[in-house]
């Protein structure tokens, strides 16, 4: 569904996203990474918002550059800042991404996702007086309105309690057996663990490791977690600065 090669951004000197291959299918895939690592710009590349310096991505069979409209037709991105119209109904923000869509049927498809994502009953409501979990839980649905093969997701659970947390998550293993394929950055590493499919962890713009949870953290040893590899792989601010970082390692790992 998605082939990245050799894909590169550049913000002046800065090389935020550096020679990135990688291939996903259909799965739930999490790009995993320390703030500034390069995930939400891979994330804008493929989703037609930012242009490549170089290389090249696919998105269901569509170069991201030449086909950037079809890539749209096919996907679907819920950003990390909340994407509702606050002062319109559940229903009437999703109303208008079905419009914006051009969604046949448009009335029945809206009622459809809102359903699904468990919001007829406030659907009449203004957005300003939803909770943080049922506003991430709406952004979904204005998503889900024209049927994507793709849904793209940053942070799709930052900021929620438990409860929303799980409820999200809820949704995403629905959609996942439904077919769909997801992409989505977390730096909640306990939830990449549970639930993706494989996991990729980038670091300075390079994908450091990629595979299954279970893969990389038996590859680590008896007992780890994918917090512990991610230690492994991620260079902190102690070691960018050339101090020794063992100890502070194992002071997080006893946190």
């Not at 800065?14 to 291959?21: G, T």
């Not at 950037?68 to 909340?82: G, L, N």
């Not at 230690?231 to 063992?246: D, I, R, Y």
Request: proline letters at 3%.
């Amino acid at each position: 569904m998605i082939e990245i090669r050799k894909l590169s951004r550049s913000f002046g000197n800065l090389i935020a996203v550096d020679n990135l291959d990688l291939s996903v299918g259909n799965e739930i895939f999490g790009l995993l990474g320390p703030n500034g690592a390069g995930k939400s710009t891979t994330v804008m590349m493929l989703t037609t918002l930012l242009k490549p310096s170089s290389g090249t991505a696919r998105v269901c069979g569509y170069d991201v550059e030449r086909d950037s409209k079809k890539v749209r037709s096919k996907i679907s991105y819920v950003p990390q800042d909340m994407a509702v119209d606050r002062k319109l109904t559940g229903r009437e923000n999703v109303q208008l991404y079905a419009k914006l869509y051009g969604v046949p049927d448009r009335n029945s498809k809206v009622e459809e996702v809102l359903e699904m994502m468990g919001l007829s009953d406030r659907a009449s409501d203004l957005v300003a007086t939803y909770s943080g979990g049922m506003r991430r839980r709406l952004e979904l649905a204005q998503a889900l309105v024209h049927e994507p093969e793709v849904l793209f997701l940053d942070e799709p659970t930052l900021g929620l309690d438990v409860s929303g947390r799980k409820k999200i998550w809820e949704h995403i293993r629905m959609l996942k057996a439904e077919g769909m394929t997801i992409f989505m950055t977390t730096h909640y590493l306990e939830e990449a663990e549970k639930y993706c499919n494989r996991v990729a962890i980038i670091d300075k713009g390079r994908i450091a490791v990629v595979g299954t949870p279970e893969n990389l953290i038996s590859s680590i040893g008896e007992d780890a977690s994918l917090n512990d590899v991610f230690l492994e792989n991620v260079k902190t601010p102690e070691e960018q600065a050339g101090f020794n970082s063992t100890q502070f390692r194992n002071l997080l790992r006893r946190r």
